[in-house]
C-alpha cells in the first residue's frame, strides 16, 4: 500500500441498505477525513478525526458514523442509506490537523 | 460560516496564461489551499499560502491577500495536461477545510 487505498471504487447501493466505505493510509497521519463531492457543490466534509481514538462532525454528518480505532482505518458507514447519499466519497489524510490533505481516489456510490 | 467563490468554467489555449481568482469571507482564517483534480480522479496538492504575497512552483503561481480576501492560482504556458478542475480551499479558525466549488479549466490546442 502506498498512500491512502479506499474500496470498493464503485458501489450501487438499494436504499435502506447498510453500507461501509473502507480507507486506509500507510503515511502514519494522526489527522482522517470524508468528504462528499457533488456537482457544483464542492467537497464537503462529513466527519473527521484528529487522531485514533477521536473523531468529530464536519458539516454535513447526518445518516453517516466513523470509527477510528487505529491510526491507518477510518471507516464511513451508512446505517440506512438514501438516494440523497449518492455522491463520489474522498478520504484524506495529513499529519496533523494544520497539515497539508491528501486525498485517496474515491468511491462512487449510487442509491437507488 | 464559509463563503467560497471562484469562476465555474474557463477556456484557454495551449501555450497561453490563465488566472483563477478565489474569494472568500470565512470563520477565521488560517491558510489557503489550491488542489487539482483531473476528471474521475482525486484531488492532488498544489499550493498553501498563509502570508501575502506570490508563491512559485514552476509554471504554478499562487497570490494571497489576506485583507482583501483575495487569491488567484495562476498557471502559464498551459498544456493539455492541465485540463481539469481547481479547487481552492480555506483552513478557518476550527481547522477544518472549506472548499469552492471549483473552476474547470479547458485547454484548447
Known amino acids: 500500500i502506498a498512500g491512502i487505498t479506499q474500496a470498493p471504487t464503485s458501489q450501487i447501493l438499494a436504499a435502506g441498505r447498510r453500507m461501509t466505505l473502507r480507507c486506509t493510509q500507510d503515511?502514519?497521519?494522526?489527522?482522517m477525513y470524508w468528504y462528499r463531492q457533488d456537482l457544483g457543490l464542492g467537497l464537503r466534509l462529513i466527519h473527521y478525526s484528529n487522531t485514533a481514538g477521536t473523531t468529530g462532525k464536519g458539516e454535513v454528518p447526518d445518516g453517516y458514523s466513523v470509527s477510528r480505532a487505529n491510526t491507518d482505518d477510518f471507516p464511513l458507514t451508512l446505517a440506512s442509506a438514501v438516494p440523497s447519499q449518492t455522491s463520489v466519497y474522498f478520504c484524506?489524510?495529513?499529519?496533523?490537523?494544520?497539515?497539508?490533505?491528501?486525498f485517496g481516489p474515491g468511491t462512487r456510490l449510487t442509491v437507488l | 460560516g464559509q463563503n467560497i467563490d471562484q469562476p465555474t468554467e474557463m477556456t484557454a489555449t495551449e501555450g497561453a496564461i490563465v488566472q483563477i481568482n478565489c474569494t472568500y469571507q470565512t470563520s477565521g482564517f488560517n491558510g489557503l489551499f489550491w488542489y487539482q483534480q483531473h476528471a474521475g480522479e482525486a484531488p492532488t496538492f498544489l499550493s498553501y499560502n498563509v502570508l501575502d504575497g506570490l508563491e512559485e512552483k514552476g509554471r504554478f503561481s499562487s497570490f494571497l491577500s489576506r485583507s482583501k480576501g483575495y487569491s488567484y492560482l495562476l498557471l502559464k504556458e498551459l498544456q493539455m495536461k492541465d485540463s481539469a478542475s481547481y479547487l481552492c480551499?480555506?483552513?478557518?479558525?476550527?481547522?477544518?477545510?472549506?472548499f469552492g466549488a471549483g473552476t474547470t479549466v479547458t485547454v484548447r490546442a
Open positions: 503515511m502514519r497521519h494522526n489527522a
Open positions: 484524506a489524510s495529513s499529519d496533523g490537523e494544520l497539515g497539508t490533505q491528501y
Open positions: 480551499a480555506v483552513f478557518e479558525n476550527d481547522y477544518k477545510l472549506s
